[in-house]
């Protein structure tokens, strides 16, 4: 399997000259149904209004090179805007609004498309999720949505793929993330585990903070995506199944994800790809501990 390229539509808040959270929409063009193009930076770059923040869309980058480029232009682009009034963008993927600004329409405004959970699903049901209304909380959240493009699916089933791919997202990507930038408001709403988008060219993962989408995160966000394709190219076939074979409840605690992937890979039949990766080593450490230990703890799969 290859990954051709990584597309985005990451979200940007604003901050007022006092550094507290304004709604974005005084600057922002477009809306979800007519994006504008933003000339400037080229074809494909677009802008729009979502929520209380700025939404931007990226051409898809076949290199890192371009991937880093690109969204660092499209930053740029939104921090000049509000920074010739005196205002700036936020690196936080949640912001707490004053309520004057969450009581209007364009702070009651969510989103109707739905996603997949890909923990809730597995190879022999895909389960949706209604996008979440944050109408009774003071907080909103903001994303840097991946979107891979990959060439043929693993799978006969497209879905089982962007399953698999939604699953490592998380270990490699979202769990990760949580460990340099804690954002438990999102792990609970809009970038709960595993969400995705199935697309024609790919998938779109759904999980990650606008907090990354700063220059110095751009070289690890894209190594971090490029390490599931490795781990895919690198496992055999009965190993990889494993992955989508079950459905899988879990909390808002990365011990429970922990725990579900120490479940599938006590099963793997080679553990030694494990020990690979720096994300999967621990857990292999725990999977020898608990053998060592003829422990009965971990999750069946």
């Not at 209380?52 to 930053?75: C, I, M, Q």
């Not at 909103?140 to 799978?155: Q, T």
């Not at 793929?161 to 809009?190: C, N, Q």
Request: hydrophobic letters at 35%; a negative charge.
């Amino acid at each position: 399997m290859r990954f051709i390229s990584l597309g985005s539509d990451p979200e940007f808040f604003v901050l007022d000259p006092k550094g507290k959270p304004f709604p974005a929409t005084l600057f922002a063009k477009g809306t979800k149904e007519f994006p504008v193009p933003i000339a400037e930076l080229g074809d494909g770059f677009f802008e729009q209004r979502d929520n209380l923040s700025f939404e931007g869309n990226v051409p898809p980058a076949y290199t890192k090179e371009d991937f880093v480029k690109n969204l660092s232009l499209l930053r740029k682009f939104f921090l000049n805007k509000v920074a010739l009034f005196g205002y700036s963008l936020s690196n936080n993927g949640v912001e707490y609004f004053s309520k004057r600004y969450l009581d209007t329409a364009e702070g009651l405004e969510f989103g109707c498309s739905s996603t997949i959970s890909s923990w809730d699903s597995s190879n022999k049901e895909i389960i949706s999720r209604p996008t979440p209304i944050l109408d009774g909380v003071n907080f909103r959240v903001s994303g840097f949505h991946i979107h891979i493009g990959y060439d043929e699916p693993l799978f006969k089933n497209k879905l089982q793929t962007d399953i698999l791919i939604g699953r490592l997202f998380d270990l490699f990507v979202t769990v990760p993330s949580h460990d340099i930038k804690p954002e438990p408001e999102r792990i609970k709403t809009y970038g709960k585990w595993g969400m995705i988008r199935s697309k024609s060219y790919g998938v779109e993962c759904r999980t990650l903070s606008t907090f990354f989408t700063r220059h110095d995160w751009l070289d690890w966000v894209w190594d971090q995506v490029m390490k599931i394709e490795e781990f895919i190219n690198l496992s055999n076939e009965e190993d990889i199944n494993l992955l989508t074979k079950s459905s899988h409840i879990l909390g808002t605690d990365k011990k429970d994800i922990n725990n579900i992937f120490i479940g599938i890979f006590s099963h793997f039949k080679n553990l030694e790809i494990l020990t690979k990766f720096n994300e999967t080593n621990e857990i292999y450490k725990e999977i020898i501990a608990n053998t060592n230990n003829n422990s009965t703890t971990t999750n069946p799969i």
